[in-house]
């Protein structure tokens, strides 16, 4: 069961191990590849110790796929087809956005890390400067057995990723990892309503292949769909480490409570003294998990009991330090900073949340974990000292809007769907603070054209994602909530299916329509600007990549200073790149 945990925290771990050694001077690698393989074995060995006991077998929240289950392989297939159809690997359409992916893991596989472009003796020295983490592993096949390769492996780290997204979704949900990733794929704003209602050229309904994100001009919230199919690198590691998140949150509540309530049964089984309240035994079972050294004799026999009637006295004292999840926490979010940092920005409130609800203030830090915090730490840092380099792309500032546009695309993109959450909600701090972020994030701005709303809301929108499903899924919620809830998801679930259909139709157009032979081959003229000048279902109609730029090296346009920057003045180029 706690090898979905590892698995995914391996998955996360890995590209910035080898980031550590491509792009940081091995002074400095060195010592802090120890501290994190130290960090790393100790969350592996101990992650998620109680899962033996028969309380915690009432949580789902480390569960891996049974390979014998045709659950599973409808599954495997279903999300096969969505990463297929995403045009990651190059198999079937790749949307505009992929012109520029395609272009950094050629150059990561082409150029030593890191990749430099130039660097004169005096002038400004070119780096690639962007999120490149989730690139890495493939770039480093691509490096020994060549571009194909490299596309091939990164659709198989792609597929992992769902997966792992999707298991931790349905244990968190308690429903069927198919359900699970159905939702992921379909979940959505109301993109269709409003281009119905309020677009203007483009997008239309028809034909059902068009980019209906794009009705409200420059506000747009993407669907799950619209991330993978356009910005797979950003996106995959973000649901990841916030699925993750609420997983974590969960097995440490709920296998708390449920030792809590096995403390009671084992003390009265065992004849022990059962005089304890409720509260009082539920706070042995907080200590046991925690691992505290008793002060009272009386109390150190009742634990001494516990042990023996839970079957633990196996465990480390070390091991159950893993269940105050907040070290966890802080080091999967700074994982999230390192693939995206934008995406990290929205995550980080939530963070704050299970850091307060977790925190005994009167001891704050009691139990702390000295190599996740000092991991989580070096991987901020590092990661902020390269991002921070590239200052031509952090722009910053605030957007204004008509009140009436900014109402309707904050109802049709989420909020309708968060204001009916509100009476089963309300008390809930997740709830109010997804919509917090949603309705103030268009405002913002960071970075260079609507990145930061666009990125920033995958932590606010996955959140709302999974409260609506909890509401879907589970029986107490009213029909007629839960009917409601099924109309817009459905009315939703059009944005999503557009873009499947999209990459559907062009692909079937591609094999079986076009006469290969009929084809001018690719120029090998260098590209130097690059503008997206026709809709999405138009673009590069004669092929199904999208792969125009051969090389960052000689780009000069505006998008381009969001992956190339002179870093000669940076800390990072001076203190921290190898020379």
């Given at each position: 069961?706690?090898?979905l945990?590892?698995i995914s925290?391996l998955?996360?771990?890995?590209p910035?191990?080898?980031?550590?050694?491509g792009?940081?001077?091995?002074?400095?690698a060195?010592?802090?590849?120890?501290?994190?393989?130290?960090?790393?074995?100790?969350l592996l060995?101990n992650?998620?110790?109680?899962?033996?006991?028969?309380?915690a077998?009432?949580?789902?929240?480390?569960?891996?796929p049974n390979?014998?289950?045709?659950?599973?392989?409808y599954?495997?297939l279903?999300?096969?087809a969505?990463?297929f159809l995403?045009?990651?690997?190059?198999y079937?359409?790749?949307?505009w956005?992929?012109h520029w992916?395609?272009a950094?893991?050629?150059?990561?596989i082409t150029?030593?890390?890191p990749v430099?472009?130039?660097a004169?003796e005096?002038?400004?020295?070119?780096?690639?400067v962007?999120?490149?983490?989730?690139?890495l592993p493939s770039?480093?096949?691509g490096?020994?057995?060549g571009?194909?390769?490299?596309?091939f492996?990164?659709?198989?780290?792609?597929?992992?990723?769902?997966?792992?997204v999707?298991y931790?979704?349905g244990?968190?949900?308690?429903?069927?990892?198919?359900?699970?990733?159905l939702?992921?794929i379909l979940?959505s704003?109301m993109d269709?309503?409003?281009a119905?209602l309020?677009?203007?050229?483009y997008?239309?309904?028809?034909?059902?292949?068009?980019h209906l994100?794009?009705?409200?001009g420059?506000?747009?919230?993407?669907s799950?769909?619209?991330?993978?199919?356009w910005?797979?690198?950003?996106?995959v590691?973000a649901?990841l480490c916030i699925?993750?998140f609420?997983?974590?949150s969960k097995?440490?509540l709920?296998c708390?409570?449920?030792l809590?309530?096995s403390?009671?049964?084992?003390l009265?089984?065992?004849?022990s003294?059962s005089?304890?309240?409720?509260?009082?035994?539920?706070s042995?079972?907080r200590?046991?998990?925690r691992?505290e050294?008793?002060?009272d004799i009386?109390?150190?026999l009742?634990k001494l009991?516990l042990f023996?009637s839970?079957?633990?006295?196996?465990?480390?004292?070390r091991g159950?330090?893993?269940?105050?999840?907040?070290?966890?926490l802080?080091?999967?979010?700074?994982?999230?900073f390192?693939f995206?940092?934008?995406a990290?920005?929205?995550?980080?409130p939530?963070?704050l949340?299970?850091l307060?609800?977790?925190?005994?203030f009167?001891?704050?830090?009691?139990g702390?974990?000295?190599?996740l915090?000092l991991?989580s730490f070096i991987?901020?840092?590092?990661?902020?000292?390269f991002?921070s380099?590239?200052t031509?792309?952090q722009?910053?500032?605030?957007?204004?809007f008509?009140i009436?546009?900014?109402?309707i695309?904050f109802?049709f993109e989420?909020?309708i769907?968060w204001?009916?959450l509100?009476p089963v909600k309300?008390?809930?701090?997740y709830?109010?603070?997804?919509?917090?972020?949603?309705f103030?994030m268009p405002?913002i701005q960071?970075?260079?054209?609507?990145?930061?709303?666009?990125r920033?809301?995958?932590?606010?929108?996955?959140?709302?994602?999974?409260m609506?499903?909890?509401?879907?899924?589970?029986?107490?919620?009213?029909?007629?909530?839960?009917?409601?809830f099924l109309i817009l998801?459905?009315i939703?679930?059009?944005?999503?299916?557009?873009?499947?259909?999209?990459?559907?139709?062009?692909a079937?157009?591609y094999?079986?329509?076009t006469?290969?032979s009929?084809?001018t081959?690719?120029?090998?003229e260098i590209?130097?600007h690059l503008?997206q000048g026709?809709?999405?279902?138009?673009e590069?109609p004669?092929?199904?990549t999208?792969?125009?730029?051969?090389t960052?090296?000689f780009m000069?346009?505006?998008l381009?200073?969001n992956?190339?920057?002179n870093?000669r003045?940076?800390?990072?180029?001076?203190?921290?790149s190898?020379r």
């Amino acid at each position: 069961m706690k090898n979905l945990h590892r698995i995914s925290i391996l998955y996360l771990i890995l590209p910035f191990l080898l980031f550590l050694f491509g792009w940081v001077r091995l002074t400095f690698a060195i010592p802090i590849a120890i501290i994190l393989l130290f960090a790393l074995w100790q969350l592996l060995k101990n992650t998620n110790p109680i899962t033996n006991t028969c309380a915690a077998r009432k949580c789902r929240c480390y569960q891996l796929p049974n390979f014998r289950s045709l659950t599973t392989v409808y599954c495997l297939l279903i999300t096969a087809a969505f990463v297929f159809l995403s045009g990651v690997g190059g198999y079937t359409f790749q949307n505009w956005d992929h012109h520029w992916r395609n272009a950094v893991l050629r150059d990561l596989i082409t150029y030593n890390w890191p990749v430099i472009y130039s660097a004169p003796e005096q002038g400004p020295i070119k780096m690639l400067v962007y999120y490149v983490g989730y690139w890495l592993p493939s770039a480093l096949v691509g490096k020994v057995f060549g571009w194909e390769a490299a596309n091939f492996f990164l659709f198989l780290w792609t597929w992992l990723g769902i997966l792992l997204v999707a298991y931790h979704l349905g244990n968190f949900l308690k429903i069927s990892p198919i359900k699970s990733a159905l939702l992921l794929i379909l979940f959505s704003g109301m993109d269709a309503l409003g281009a119905l209602l309020f677009a203007r050229d483009y997008p239309t309904l028809w034909p059902p292949i068009q980019h209906l994100e794009i009705w409200a001009g420059t506000l747009q919230y993407s669907s799950f769909t619209t991330q993978l199919f356009w910005v797979f690198n950003q996106a995959v590691p973000a649901w990841l480490c916030i699925s993750m998140f609420v997983t974590l949150s969960k097995a440490t509540l709920t296998c708390t409570g449920a030792l809590a309530g096995s403390a009671s049964e084992g003390l009265q089984s065992n004849g022990s003294d059962s005089s304890l309240a409720p509260k009082e035994q539920e706070s042995v079972a907080r200590h046991l998990c925690r691992a505290e050294v008793p002060s009272d004799i009386n109390v150190a026999l009742r634990k001494l009991r516990l042990f023996l009637s839970l079957g633990t006295a196996m465990f480390s004292r070390r091991g159950f330090t893993q269940n105050d999840a907040r070290w966890q926490l802080t080091f999967v979010w700074s994982l999230c900073f390192f693939f995206a940092p934008l995406a990290s920005i929205g995550l980080f409130p939530y963070l704050l949340i299970d850091l307060v609800k977790r925190t005994d203030f009167k001891n704050p830090f009691k139990g702390t974990r000295i190599d996740l915090l000092l991991a989580s730490f070096i991987v901020v840092v590092i990661s902020y000292l390269f991002f921070s380099s590239n200052t031509a792309a952090q722009e910053r500032g605030f957007q204004s809007f008509a009140i009436k546009d900014f109402i309707i695309f904050f109802l049709f993109e989420g909020g309708i769907l968060w204001l009916l959450l509100a009476p089963v909600k309300w008390r809930d701090p997740y709830w109010a603070v997804t919509g917090i972020l949603l309705f103030i994030m268009p405002f913002i701005q960071l970075g260079s054209g609507r990145d930061f709303v666009m990125r920033a809301s995958i932590a606010p929108l996955f959140y709302l994602m999974m409260m609506v499903g909890e509401a879907l899924f589970q029986k107490t919620t009213s029909q007629v909530l839960r009917f409601t809830f099924l109309i817009l998801l459905l009315i939703g679930a059009l944005t999503p299916l557009y873009e499947i259909n999209r990459s559907v139709y062009r692909a079937v157009q591609y094999y079986f329509l076009t006469d290969h032979s009929q084809l001018t081959p690719p120029g090998s003229e260098i590209v130097t600007h690059l503008e997206q000048g026709v809709a999405p279902e138009m673009e590069h109609p004669d092929t199904l990549t999208a792969d125009d730029i051969r090389t960052l090296k000689f780009m000069d346009d505006k998008l381009s200073k969001n992956f190339i920057a002179n870093v000669r003045q940076s800390l990072y180029y001076r203190y921290i790149s190898p020379r």
